[in-house]
C-alpha cells in the first residue's frame, strides 16, 4: 500500500512539471513550430457566399465642339467626373469539383455612391459621341448589304433628329441605364421585320444595359498546391474562341483577387479579366511603403498592348478588315488598344488605358484634351510579396470607339479614321484595415517559422503547356506539379509613403471583404494548431500537458506508482 505522504509528493512531482510546462509556453511553441509552415488558403467554401467589394469611378470625355466634330473637324474633349459606383461580387455555388479544385460562380451589383462622387450626379448631361449610331453603320457596312439600303437606314435616322454628337445625354443613361433609341427600334423592326439587334432592345441603348446583377460566369480554379488560385477553366472552357490564335485564346493567371506568396521583382502576375476578353500581364516597377509595410508595386507592362507588326505574337488581337486586302496586318490597329471586333460581335468598342497612356502618338494627335500621365493613369497593384496579399489595387482602363470611313455606308464614306474615348473607368478594390493587420500578423509568422513562401515554393513566371483540352470541352483535370521558377532579383525603391489606391481621399469601412487568401500554419503532419492567445503555431494546455507527460516519463521523472507499493 502507497503511503500518503509519497503519494502526495508524486502528485506534487507531476503538478510541478505540468505548471512549469504550462508557463513555460516559449518553449513548447518553439518546439511545434519546428517543420511548420505557413502556406495560402483562399477563403472560398463548398456552400457558401463570400463577397468583394470595389469602387467604379468614371470620368466621362464631354465634346465641347460638336458642331466641329460633325463638320469632320478635330474633337476637343473635357474630362468630366468623378462618378462612383460601389461594386459588389458574390462568389456563389461554391463546389469541390476534387481535393485540388473548386468551382464557383461570380455575379455583379452596382450602387451609385453620390457621397463620394464630389457633387456628380448621374443626371449630370454632356456631349457623346453617337455609340448607338455607330454600332450599326458598322454591323451594316460588314453585313455587305447593298449599299443602298445601308444609305436608307442612315438618312432615315438623320432625317427623325438623329447626329452624330448625341446632346445633353445623362452620364447615367450612357453607362447603365439607357439613352432613348426608340427610333432606332422602329425603323428596324419594319426594316428587319422585328429582328431588332439586342443592343436596342426596349427602345433603350446603354454600355452596361440589363448588366446590373447578372452573373459574370464560372469559374473552375485550383485551389491547392504551387498554382493555388489559376483558372483552369471559365464556363467551362479551358480557352477562349474570340481571337485568331491559341496565344490570344489562353485563359491564364487568377481573377485578380488572389496571388500567390513568393512574390519576386522577376514574378509576372496573370490576371483573366472576362470583360476584355483577355488575359493581362503585370510587372514589378518598384518597392514602396504602405501603411508600415513594404509592399510591391506591379503595372500593366507597357508592351502588353504593343503594336502586333513589331510583337507578332499578338497578331491574333487584330480584327477582320472590312474590306479583304494582302496586307496581313489591315485589321491590326497601332500600340495601345484591345479591339473588341472579334469578342463582341464586330463591335467598334475598344479598350485602352486612359488618355491613350503608351499608345502610338498617331491616335493622340487627333483630339485635343488628352493629357496622358503615367502618376495618373497607370494602373497599380500593391502587394505584400511574403504573402501575395493584394494591399491596394486600382485597374485602370479607358473605353472608346472608332470613327472610320465605311465603303457601303455614304454618310460615313469619307469620313477620317480617328479613336473617339468615352470615358475612364478606374476600378479600386476595398481592402480593410483588418486584412492589413492580418497581413502583419502573417508576416510576423514567416519569420518566425523561417519559411517565407518564396518563388521556389510557388513558382510564378515558367510558360505554361499548351491545353490539350478543346475550348468546348468543360473536363478539368486534376493539376500536375508544378516545376520551379527562377529566382528574385535585387529590387528597386519607388518614391512616396503610404500610398492611397484612389486619388480621392475617402473613408473605407469594413465591408465583408473576402481577399481571397488568408494563410494558415500547417504542420508537418497536417495537424493545425489554432486558438491560442499567442496565436497560430501555439497548442492547447492539454497538448502541452500531453507532450510534458511522455517526455518526462521518458526521463524517469514521474514515478510509477506501482513500483512504490509497501
Known sequence: MMKPFNHLHSTLTFCKYALLLVLCTGFVQSHHKKGHKWEPRLNLVPGKTTTEQNYITYYMYNITNPDVVEAGGKPSLEEVGPYVYRETRRKFDVEKVSDSVLKYTVDRFWEFMPELSEGHEESDMFNVINIPMLILANKLSLKNLPTAFNNILVEELLEKGDTLVRRNEAVGNVIYHGMNVSIYTEILEDVLQGNVPPEFAGGLFALLKDKNGTQEGTYTIRSSGPKIGDILSYNGKTQLDYWNGDYCNKIEGTDGYFFRPGITANTTLKIFYPELCRSVYLKFKGEKNYKGLTVDKFSFSDDMLEDPRVNTELKCFCSKPIVPTDNPFEGCLKKGFVDYASCKQES??????????????????????????????????????????????????????????????EYFKNTSFVIFPVFNTYRSMIVPESIVEKVK?????????????????????????????????????????????EPGSEKKKLGGDDHDYRSHNHDHHDHDHNELGHGHVHGSQGRNFEGSSSGAGSVSKFEAVTWMITTLTSLGLVMNHNHHNI
Do not use: M, W
Open 348 to 409: 467598334p468598342l475598344l479598350v485602352s488605358f486612359p488618355h491613350f497612356l503608351h499608345a502610338d502618338d498617331e491616335y493622340l494627335t487627333k483630339i485635343d484634351g488628352l493629357k496622358p500621365d503615367k502618376d495618373k493613369h497607370e494602373t497599380e497593384f500593391l502587394i505584400e510579396p511574403k504573402t501575395g496579399k493584394i494591399l491596394s489595387g486600382t485597374r485602370k482602363f479607358q473605353f472608346n470607339i472608332k470613327l472610320r470611313p465605311l465603303h457601303n455606308v
Open 441 to 485: 500578423e502573417d508576416i510576423k509568422l514567416i519569420n518566425e517559422t523561417g519559411v517565407e513562401g518564396d518563388a521556389e515554393d510557388y513558382p510564378q513566371d515558367e510558360p505554361e503547356p499548351a491545353p490539350e483540352t478543346t475550348s468546348g470541352d468543360s473536363s478539368v483535370a486534376e493539376p500536375e506539379p508544378e516545376s520551379e521558377a
